[in-house]
Antibody, heavy 121, light 109 residues
Framework: QVQLQESGPGLVKPSQTLSLTCTVS??????????WSWIRQPAGKGLEWIGR???????NYNPSLKSRVTISVDTSKNQFSLKLSSVTAADTAVYYC?????????????WGQGTLVTVSS | QSALTQPRSVSGSPGQSVTISCTGT?????????VSWYQQHPGKAPKLMIY???KRPSGVPDRFSGSKSGNTASLTISGLQAEDEADYYC?????????FGGGTKLTVL
């Protein structure tokens, strides 16, 4: 069974770039028709889709975050990554990586445990 | 894109049924038969309960069912159990993106 694990700094200063990595174990990130996504959740609030990447490298991003987001994949390490630039306190959230399937990977049957990222000086 | 609209909270007694609505637009919920639902307990990652409007992943009890009419999707939980108390989120394919609902807190009385 595929497992996902997020990793990265838990504290980022305002205006800097948030960088997270999701390591996939129990299966190859390149196998199957899966999309690899990032989703976040501010404390006490709902889920927000950040974006997705296919193993071909094609990406789609939330229009509201598009100018600041980059998602990439490293098939040799079985990992995919998130970079969010020019962060503010509003970017403080639990960040989840997830495996998407179905139409353009819109449904998420596998999730990481989530990692809290706080934006503060 | 705007978040899909869900009621903030719903409640029901054990054994009863509850329905959670999820309203979008013709660009998301109404435009495709690609709506999913997630259950989230406090401090845990969301769990997929329904996909493609009404399909259940393996292991999800048949007490959970989904439907859609126009721009509104619905999740119905029948035979409520204490462990169903959680937050529920709808999610819709929206072409080149995905949009979630604001979430509904289900309280089992």
């Amino acid at each position: 069974q595929v497992q996902l694990q997020e990793s990265g700094p838990g504290l980022v200063k305002p205006s800097q770039t948030l960088s997270l990595t999701c390591t996939v174990s129990g299966g190859s990130i390149s196998s199957g028709s899966y999309y690899w996504s990032w989703i976040r959740q501010p404390a006490g609030k709902g889920l927000e889709w950040i974006g997705r990447i296919y193993t071909s490298g094609s990406t789609n991003y939330n229009p509201s975050l598009k100018s600041r987001v980059t998602i990439s994949v490293d098939t040799s390490k079985n990992q995919f990554s998130l970079k969010l630039s020019s962060v503010t306190a509003a970017d403080t959230a639990v960040y989840y990586c997830a495996r998407g399937s179905g139409r353009d990977g819109y449904n998420y049957g596998g999730w990481g445990q989530g990692t809290l990222v706080t934006v503060s000086s | 894109q705007s978040a899909l609209t869900q009621p903030r909270s719903v409640s029901g007694s054990p054994g009863q049924s509850v329905t959670i609505s999820c309203t979008g637009t013709s660009s998301d919920v109404g435009g495709y038969n690609y709506v999913s639902w997630y259950q989230q307990h406090p401090g845990k990652a969301p769990k997929l309960m329904i996909y493609d409007v009404s399909k259940r992943p393996s292991g999800v009890p048949d007490r959970f069912s989904g439907s859609k009419s126009g721009n509104t999707a619905s999740l119905t939980i029948s035979g409520l159990q204490a462990e169903d108390e959680a937050d529920y989120y709808c999610c819709s394919y929206a072409g080149s993106s995905v949009v979630f609902g604001g979430g509904t807190k289900l309280t089992v009385l």
